[in-house]
């Protein structure tokens, strides 16, 4: 049913009913399996995202992780349950398998899909400010941000959160390169980011001599991209630059050493001044 298609493979009886559907054409599809219905009111077309089928059989739309997630964004902590907006004071049905993390804030949802800068309105408020800030950026990045929406997430924040807004940058392609600058925040550093030294371009340069490098797994494999990285590296070592490289796993699970590996270096450079 094209109607469904359009509207995500779910929707409720009234905008089917708007958009023509016939109780008599609504019974045939049921009858043949091509909708179901998930709860009062509300229907499924086959082909539906799971987890937004079960957001509505919840009684709301997808939101938050679990959106982002679905449209690409990076995510710091992935969602293992779904993440559901109600609306403020909506009704929520039970259903099978429900592990739901509910949403509350003003507005009447849809089933469906919220869109991304509600979405991340509700990461803000559920994972806080580093999860908040890599999904932002990542989403920006991609062109999914316009200032209308980065001008409603800005209102929507706590106060004391806005300073992220100022933080922000577009250039940033995935919270492994978002993470390292906002950590180093607090250590007093000079922290840049797209930093040209030379012809290449880094990520970060840190106390305008050390260069950090995060190298995101699907960025940076294979021999050629190493190869790639070598070389550069020994370019930006003739600059004057010290690169320091890490991965995925150090930067979310073993910080301590990233920070320390990086304070060493720029003790070093400031040595040699
Ligand atoms: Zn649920
Ligand atoms: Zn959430």
Known sequence: MALMKSLGNVATWSTMR????????????????????VRRGVYCAHGVDPSVRDAA?????LTCVSLLQAAGIWVLHPARQVHVWLGKGGRAFEHT??????????????????????????LHHCQGD????????????????????????RAALPKNARWLLDFAVSTSQSGIETLP????????????????????EVDIIVDDCVLVE?????NHSGPSKRHKDLRRDAR????????????????????PTVV?????????ARARR
């Open 18 to 37: 708007r958009g023509g559907v016939t109780v008599q054409l609504r019974d045939r599809y049921l009858a043949h399996g091509f909708l179901y219905r």
């Open 57 to 61: 059989a919840h009684g709301g739309a």
């Open 97 to 122: 398998g429900c592990r739901c993390v509910v949403h509350y804030s003003s507005g009447r949802p849809a089933p469906g899909k919220v869109d991304v800068a509600l979405a991340l309105i509700h």
């Open 130 to 153: 580093e999860a908040f800030i890599c999904s932002y950026e990542s989403a920006w990045n991609q062109g999914l941000l316009t200032a209308a929406d980065r001008e409603r997430i």
């Open 181 to 200: 600058r906002l950590r180093l925040r607090p250590y007093g550093f000079k922290v840049a980011s797209q930093f040209k030294a030379g012809r290449d």
């Open 214 to 218: 995060a190298d995101g797994d699907e």
């Open 236 to 255: 930006t070592s003739i600059e004057g630059y010290e690169t320091l490289r890490f991965d995925y796993r150090q930067i979310i699970y073993d910080w």
């Open 260 to 268: 320390a590996a990086i304070m060493a270096a720029v003790e070093r």
